[in-house]
């Protein structure tokens, strides 16, 4: 039983991180997606804290690299 509950913990771990990785994965794929579809607007950037923030400055695809 206590070998169970080890693997169980060991799995909810992987699944959560899993999870963690595919939610990253998808945000980066909408921004890019964005980006190609000319809604600069939409597309997210990062300020000095490396939390995402929506861009309020208009401009070229090039501005955003």
């Known amino acids: 039983l206590e070998r169970f509950v080890q693997l ?3 799995a ?3 699944h959560l991180e899993n999870g963690a990785t595919l939610m990253r994965l998808a945000q980066i794929n909408e921004g890019l997606l964005n980006i190609l579809l000319g809604r600069q607007m939409d597309a997210p950037t990062y300020d000095d804290k490396i939390k995402g923030r ?3 400055v ?3 695809p090039l501005g955003k690299a």
């Open 58 to 60: 208009s401009g070229t």
């Open 12 to 14: 909810e771990k992987q």
């Open 8 to 10: 169980s913990q060991q």
């Open 54 to 56: 929506r861009s309020s």
